[in-house]
C-alpha cells in the first residue's frame, strides 16, 4: 500500500506531507499552548494538526520501510545511513505522536473550562483547571521542542542521503 504511487515509490510524495505537517503541529501546539488569546480562533486548526501531523508521519515512515525494503531487493546492504535514518523516523512518529494527544487535551480543557460569554456569568476557571493547563502547557512546549528536533534531523539525515547519491 506505502510502496508506490503511479509506479514510483510513495516515499518521496508522502514525505512531503510530514515535512510540512508536523513543524504545522508544533508551532499550533505551541501557540495554541502560550498564547491564551489565540485559543478561540485557532482550535480548529490546533485540532486538525493534532490528527494530521502523527498521520503524515506515519505515511511518510511507512513508505520509508517500503522504500528500504525496495532497496534491499535491488541489493542494497550497507544500510547504516537508511537505518539511522528510519530511526528519527521512528521517533518523530511518536513524539508527533504524544504531541498530539497533548494539543487534543489541551484544546478539551480549554474549551471546557473557558469562561461562558454571556454578560453577567463570566465565572473565572477552576484553580485545578489552571494547575492542569499549565502542566499540559508545559509539556507541549517540551515535547513540541523534542517533536521539532526530530523531524528536523529526520529531514537532514534524508536530504543527506539523497544528495549523496544513495
Do not use: C, N
Request: no cysteine.
Amino acid at each position: 500500500m506505502f510502496d508506490e504511487i503511479s509506479g514510483i515509490p510513495a516515499h518521496p510524495l508522502l514525505v512531503h506531507g510530514a515535512v510540512i505537517f508536523i513543524p504545522l503541529q508544533v508551532l499550533a501546539g505551541i501557540a495554541y499552548a502560550v498564547l491564551p488569546f489565540t485559543r478561540k480562533h485557532v482550535w480548529w486548526a490546533t485540532l486538525a494538526l493534532a490528527v494530521v501531523g502523527p498521520a503524515a508521519a506515519f505515511f511518510a515512515k511507512e513508505s520509508g520501510e517500503a522504500l528500504e525494503a525496495r532497496l534491499v531487493r535491488g541489493g542494497m546492504t550497507d544500510l547504516t545511513a537508511v537505518r539511522e535514518h528510519a530511526d528519527f523516523a521512528g521517533l518523530t512518529l511518536w513524539f508527533s505522536l504524544a504531541l498530539g494527544v497533548l494539543m487534543i487535551a489541551m484544546v478539551a480543557l480549554a474549551r471546557r473550562t473557558a469562561p461562558p460569554t454571556v454578560t453577567g456569568t463570566d465565572a473565572a476557571p477552576a484553580a485545578g483547571g489552571k494547575v492542569i493547563s499549565l502542566v499540559l502547557a508545559v509539556a507541549i512546549v517540551g515535547v513540541g521542542a523534542a517533536t521539532g528536533y526530530y523531524v528536523f534531523k529526520t529531514g537532514d539525515t534524508g536530504a543527506k542521503m539523497v544528495w549523496s547519491g544513495l
